[in-house]
Structures are given as structure tokens and as C-alpha cells.
């Protein structure tokens, strides 16, 4: 008896978006997996080519979304690829702002945000030719929170917040129903934009703002019981608490990310939770100095294993104060100008403003006249983006410091 193709496809399909619904990353894989094998054994007709199309191209942004927290850049890769090819034989302006959105993501995440804004306007450009409220608002939302995450990479603290708002404005216009839909995200998109919301308002010295929507976040990713919403959550709180020196804070908080993201192998996040746990310990005066260099050392070292670009040159700015802390100077200088080239190469402006004020905290122990100039840079870059919060910490520097 010839097997049915389309049935197992379609079981699987379902059986990867049941456990998807339950959190079981690797079962989400799995099961998408044999539905885009049973795809490819389904025999094509000319008849069912549309369905076959839309299945083909459905199913590899279902797995892409499935292969994320692992950090399987290549196959994510394969499945944008594949999947454009097939939604531009389709000219369908829905799908194809859709994958223009998830190719956003994965500039973001290989250091090239300027691509990533480019990607996520083209998302913006297909909306009106889009049919459907529903499809409209959805590709609102993945438009605005991808543009929201290129803004913050590029340094543009306030466009960050501004996107990040107007797409947690339309999923509340929708109604509570739609905050929690995924639309294709790893996360909450509504928890995912509040973070992005509290990370930008943290660089801009706007606390009292970003601790509602920090507190708002960790709520709805609670109620949730989603983990890469939980993990997103709670790292967004404690890089809030870290830039208001409230390190037992964003200690508890960041203890709570990391232990998610191990527990569920929730790859693409642990570095950057790992390296805010790590900064975050170096800077609590508690004793745990060493524990937060082996973090720190880790995580910049997982994040080069994965060629992840994104925030490394701030976790080798950390890295470098870290040493500072525990006298370890020799070992100190090379993170710090590592930290200003690759923040310089992937044009993260704000991150390079934070690497020139770590290496001016160093530079000022052992040659005060370039630790100042390394100041007046962060402080000129900081001045340009807004970023209040490394400002009043280069005032405070240049208080202390020996000219």
C-alpha cells in the first residue's frame, strides 16, 4: 500500500506546532524535520503546485523558528533561502515580508545591522500589498520589532524605543489574544519588544520608564511558561539593574536567565546571559570575581565558536574591566581593543562608546592622558546617541581620575 505523504506531512506538522505550544525545543525539530521529509517524498502534480508551494515554504519557517534557540545559522540559513525562492515563484507579498523579516534576525545576529534594518523595511515596503487585517498587523508588528533590534544594535537608542513601542501598540489594539500569539518568533513578540523597550531606555538613562515595562515583561513571560520568553525577559531586567548599579538585582535576575537558557539549550541566548552574569558578578563586590571572568571568558568564546557578532564587542569591554578589577592588567588591554574593532567593523556605535569607556577606566591606571582621550571619544559618541546613563559614568570617571 503506497504511503500517504501528505498525512505524514501534515501530522507532523502538527505534532511540531503541539510541541512547540509545549516548549519541548528539540521535539519542535524533530517533527518538523520528518514533515519536510515527507514534503520532499510527496509526489508533485501540477494540480496541487500552489499547496505544495505555500506547504514547502510554511513548513521551512515553522523549522527555522524550531532551529533558532540552538543556533543552527546555517541550516536557518537554507530554510530563508529555499523558502524566498519559493514565495517569490508564489509572488506572495505576505510569505515574502515574512522572510524578510526572519533574514533580519539573522543579520542582527552575524553583526550586520545596517542589513538588518534594510531587511526589516523591506518588510515594511510589502505591507500594503498584503490582503487581510490579520496578515497586515502581524507583518506590522515583525516589521517594527526587527527594526526596533537593528536601531539598538546600530546604536539609535531612541528609534529602537520608538519601534519597539509601535509594535507592542498594535498587538495590544488586537486584543489580549494577539499578545500572545508567536507569529513566527522564538518568543512572545509583545515580551520580545518590551525587552527591546528596556534595553534601549536603559542606555538612555530613563529608568524610572524602563522599570515598569521590565516589570510588565517578566509578568507576561511568566504567565507564559515559554522559556525563551522567560530567558528574554529576565536578562532585559538585569542588564537594567546592571546600568543602575543594582548588581544583586541583575544578579538574581541574570542567575534566572542562564539557568533557562542551559536547561533548555537555548544556545543563542547563552552568551550574552552568560557574559551580563559574569560583568554583573566582577562588579558586585561579593567574592566572585573569578566566577565572573570564567563566564565572561566562556561566553566570548562560545559566541566566536558560533561566529555570533551581536553585543561581542560589549561582552570584551566587560571582559576587559573584569580583569581590570582583579588587578590581572596585562591580561586587560586586549579585550578592550578587540572590542573597539569589532564594534567599529559591524558600525555598533553605541557599543563602541561603552568599549572606549572601559578602556579608559584601564588606560587611566597606567597612562591617564590616553585613558582621558579614550573618554572624550566615548563621551563624544555618547553625546550623539543620547546615552545619558555612560555619560554620567564618564563624569564620574573624570572626577576620580589623575590627570
Not at 546600530?154 to 509601535?166: F, M, Q
Not at 587611566?364 to 553625546?383: C, M, T, V, W
Request: charged share 30%; aromatic share 8%; with cysteine.
Amino acid at each position: 500500500m503506497p504511503i500517504d505523504w501528505q498525512h505524514v506531512f501534515t501530522s507532523s506538522q502538527d505534532a511540531g506546532k503541539d510541541a512547540a505550544a509545549r516548549s519541548p525545543l528539540r521535539e519542535v525539530v524533530e517533527c518538523y524535520d520528518q514533515a519536510l521529509n515527507a514534503l520532499t517524498y510527496d509526489p508533485k502534480k501540477p494540480e496541487t503546485k500552489i499547496k505544495y508551494l505555500e506547504q514547502a515554504i510554511d513548513i521551512r519557517l515553522n523549522l527555522r523558528t524550531a532551529l533558532l534557540p540552538f543556533g543552527e545559522f546555517g541550516r536557518i540559513l537554507k530554510c530563508l533561502r529555499e523558502a524566498d525562492e519559493f514565495a517569490r515563484e508564489l509572488d506572495d507579498k505576505n510569505r515574502l515580508g515574512e522572510i524578510s523579516g526572519h533574514m533580519s534576525n539573522y543579520f542582527w545576529r552575524s553583526g550586520q545591522p545596517q542589513s538588518a534594518l534594510d531587511s526589516g523595511n523591506e518588510v515594511k515596503q510589502s505591507i500594503e500589498s498584503v490582503e487581510g487585517s490579520f496578515k497586515k498587523s502581524s507583518l506590522e508588528v515583525l516589521s517594527d520589532y526587527r527594526i526596533s533590534r537593528a536601531y539598538h544594535a546600530l546604536g539609535r537608542y531612541e528609534d529602537a524605543d520608538y519601534n519597539a513601542a509601535k509594535a507592542m501598540e498594535t498587538l495590544e489594539a488586537k486584543g489580549n489574544n494577539r499578545a500572545n500569539d508567536r507569529l513566527g518568533l522564538a518568543g512572545l513578540p509583545y515580551v520580545l519588544a518590551c525587552t527591546v523597550r528596556v534595553l534601549s531606555l536603559a542606555e538612555l538613562g530613563k529608568f524610572t520608564q524602563a522599570n515598569p515595562i521590565a516589570e510588565e515583561a517578566i509578568k507576561k513571560a511568566d504567565a507564559s511558561s515559554q522559556p525563551f520568553t522567560r530567558c528574554v525577559a529576565y536578562f532585559g531586567r538585569g542588564i537594567l539593574n546592571i546600568r543602575r548599579d543594582i548588581f544583586p538585582g541583575a544578579i538574581d535576575d541574570l542567575k534566572k536567565s542562564h539557568k533557562i537558557c542551559e536547561e533548555e539549550n537555548i544556545a543563542t541566548r547563552l552568551p550574552r546571559t552568560a557574559a551580563a552574569l559574569g560583568y554583573a558578578y566582577a562588579r558586585s563586590g561579593s567574592g566572585n570575581i573569578n566566577e565572573g571572568i570564567s563566564l565572561l571568558e566562556e561566553a566570548v568564546k562560545k559566541a566566536d565558536s558560533m561566529r555570533f557578532k551581536n553585543s561581542q564587542s560589549l561582552q570584551l569591554a566587560w571582559l576587559c574591566e573584569a580583569y581590570q578589577r582583579k588587578g590581572d592588567l596585562d591580561k586587560a588591554i586586549q579585550p578592550a581593543i578587540r572590542a573597539i574593532r569589532i564594534s567599529e567593523d559591524h558600525n555598533e556605535e553605541g557599543n563602541k562608546a561603552w568599549a572606549n569607556y572601559h578602556l579608559g577606566n584601564f588606560l587611566n591606571k597606567i597612562q591617564p592622558k590616553r585613558g582621558i582621550s579614550s573618554h572624550d571619544q566615548a563621551k563624544s559618541l555618547a553625546n550623539k546617541l543620547g546615552m545619558e546613563t555612560l555619560k554620567r559614568k564618564i563624569e564620574a570617571a573624570a572626577r576620580t581620575s589623575t590627570p
